[in-house]
């Protein structure tokens, strides 16, 4: 892990309308290009996990980075 990635962990993954989604758990960085690829997010515990379109295990959910609209103080996605 990155110390630029360290600095993100545990902050809130929130969805569109600003509700929690989970926390953040790691960064997945393409080393070639520097590119954040996806993050792995540990799910809000009324998430049903069956329901998303994103490969889970667990209450672990990887959201490809095309997903995310940004990223401060917490994490928002695009959906």
């Known amino acids: ?3 630029f990635s360290a600095e993100f962990i545990k902050r809130p993954v929130v969805d569109k309308d600003g ?3 989970g926390h953040l758990v790691d960064i997945e960085i393409d080393s070639k290009s520097g590119d954040i690829t996806e993050i792995l ?3 809000a515990s009324d ?3 069956s329901k998303l379109i994103w490969p889970t295990e667990g209450r672990l959910c990887q959201v490809p980075s095309q997903e995310i609209e940004r990223m ?3 994490i928002s996605l695009k959906r």
Do not use: H
């Open 41 to 43: 997010v540990e799910l």
């Open 47 to 49: 998430i049903d996990a």
């Open 19 to 21: 509700e929690l989604f």
């Open 1 to 3: 892990m990155s110390s």
């Open 72 to 74: 401060g103080s917490s």
